[in-house]
């Protein structure tokens, strides 16, 4: 398996611009989690999906945000108007029940 | 509500010399515990997990942690560090078996000297 797939790597935008980061979860795994990792505030949990559904979003930080996983192979999160402040390495990890968390190589974020 | 402290932020040792990182957790019922890696650059990758029995669970790398309830601490070891060990460690907390929300800790960053 290719594991975590991630999509773009890198991403430089300009302020007010629509982001669109992308997952695509390891086969079979049948929960989503997006993470923001950020020197200030470390690793934070933004959302998590269970079987294509949100569970928890508790740590999004404002409506500025929103995720979506419309199948089991494919999920967003976008971020509009972007800011400044939403620069960092934005993470995608997928796991089965009963089993540990597999991270992706992530997203680094720039928002000038 | 759960949470995971890491005391040290950033930690050297010489290589070859034996390691240990500090996790401390709280959370009221039995915590299901994690240490993960991250390499510069990369996502994080499993070094091994704590569900039940056993206290001293046996990961990869060469790494093993204790779990120790009594002391609400999950430490990290390794015998002999490698300088393909620098990188930055994360303890983490979850509230079930299986791949449900975590609770990171901030990271200790590990620096090997020649």
């Known amino acids: 398996d290719a594991g975590v797939i991630q999509s773009p790597r890198h991403e430089v935008t300009e302020m007010g611009q629509e982001v669109t980061l992308r997952c695509k979860p390891i086969?079979?795994?049948?929960?989503l989690f997006w993470y923001r990792q950020t020197m200030m505030r470390g690793l934070e949990l933004l959302i998590y999906?269970?079987?294509?559904?949100?569970?928890?979003d508790s740590g999004m930080p404002e409506d500025r945000f929103s995720a979506k996983m419309p199948n089991a192979s494919f999920s967003t999160l976008k971020i509009q108007p972007s800011e400044p402040r939403d620069s960092a390495v934005y993470f995608c990890?997928?796991?089965?029940?009963?089993?540990?968390?597999?991270f992706g190589p992530g997203t680094r974020l720039t928002v000038t | 509500a759960q949470s995971v402290t890491q005391p040290d932020i950033h930690i050297t040792v010489s290589e070859g010399a034996s390691l240990e990182l500090r996790c401390n957790y709280s959370?009221?019922?039995?915590?299901?515990l994690f240490w993960y890696v991250q390499s510069p650059g990369q996502g994080l990758q499993l070094l091994l997990k704590?569900?039940?029995?056993?206290?001293l669970v046996q990961g990869i790398k060469g790494f093993e942690a204790e779990f120790k309830r009594s002391q609400s601490s999950f430490n990290l070891r390794k015998p002999s560090v490698h300088w393909s060990d620098a990188a930055e460690y994360f303890c983490?907390?979850?509230?079930?078996?299986?791949?449900?929300?975590?609770?990171f800790g901030q990271g200790t960053r590990l620096t090997i000297n020649p």
């Open positions: 990890a997928t796991g089965a029940s009963g089993s540990e968390q597999y």
């Open positions: 086969s079979g795994h049948n929960s």
């Open positions: 999906f269970n079987n294509n559904v949100p569970i928890d």
């Open positions: 959370y009221g019922a039995t915590p299901y």
């Open positions: 704590y569900f039940s029995g056993d206290t």
């Open positions: 983490a907390v979850g509230d079930s078996q299986g791949a449900q929300k975590l609770v």
